[in-house]
């Protein structure tokens, strides 16, 4: 069990398609993070978002929108996405100003773009 | 970018220790060191993570080295559950932690 949770679990969408991931967590965590991570590579960062503010763009194409309407919640919205995008996508929270503090995952949403 | 670098795969005996290397060898003096695994389809899961001080909690032991340029993890008595891949990540300063490639560890009855 985690405490981030995320949904759906499995996303299969078109090209032209509008989606969106989502990740809650209730740990008073004020640090957010998306990843994505492809088929036998290591996660690597998307953004960072501290006390509901956008404060690290991996540089990321626009056909991915984060938003984070709350403390608790962080959403991905997806648009006109590609197949190479197929990949897992995880949800992380940690505390900001403790530099020690460890990240927390969920288990991720597995999306296909067909 | 990845701040560490670790070997691509490691076998262990079960019952015996496992000990999984990480060089971050360019790590500043007030980043610390994580160790997460990941075992299929799953979100990583934290193991253990120091400064400069060998740490040791109920999963796992992190030896540092005294410049700080490496570190191992280091699993007392392998299972098979252990089998995962395990990562040695450098947490930059302002929230942002960076993935090396990573130890696929197999645990071998």
């Known amino acids: 069990d985690t405490e981030v949770t995320q949904t759906p679990k499995h996303l299969v969408m078109g090209m032209t398609n509008k989606k969106s991931l989502k990740c809650e967590q209730h740990?008073?965590?004020?640090?957010m993070y998306w990843y994505k991570q492809k088929a036998k590579k290591p996660p690597e960062l998307m953004f960072v978002?501290?006390?509901?503010?956008?404060?690290i763009n991996e540089s990321v194409p626009s056909r991915f929108s984060p938003e984070c309407p709350n403390s608790s919640l962080l959403n991905l919205h997806l648009h006109a996405l590609q197949p190479e995008d197929s990949a897992l996508y995880l949800c992380?929270?940690?505390?900001?100003?403790?530099?020690?503090?460890?990240?927390?995952f969920g288990n991720g949403t597995r999306l296909t773009v067909t | 970018d990845a701040k560490t670098t670790q070997p691509p795969s490691m076998d262990c005996a079960e019952g015996r220790a496992a000990n999984l290397p990480c060089n971050h060898s360019t790590i500043s003096g007030n980043e610390y060191v994580y160790w997460y695994r990941q075992i299929h389809s799953q979100g990583p899961q934290y193991i253990i993570h120091?400064?400069?001080n060998n740490e040791t909690n109920e999963m796992a032991s992190l030896i540092i080295t005294e410049d700080r340029k490496s570190s191992t993890l280091i699993l007392p008595h392998a299972t098979l559950r252990d089998t995962a891949v395990y990562y040695c990540?450098?947490?930059?300063?302002?929230?942002?932690?960076?993935f090396g490639t990573g130890t696929s560890l197999t645990v071998i009855p």
């Open positions: 990540i450098v947490r930059v300063i302002g929230n942002q932690f960076y």
């Open positions: 740990m008073g965590h004020r640090a």
């Open positions: 120091g400064l400069k």
């Open positions: 992380a929270s940690s505390q900001v100003g403790a530099d020690n503090s460890p990240l927390h």
């Open positions: 978002y501290s006390y509901e503010k956008l404060s």
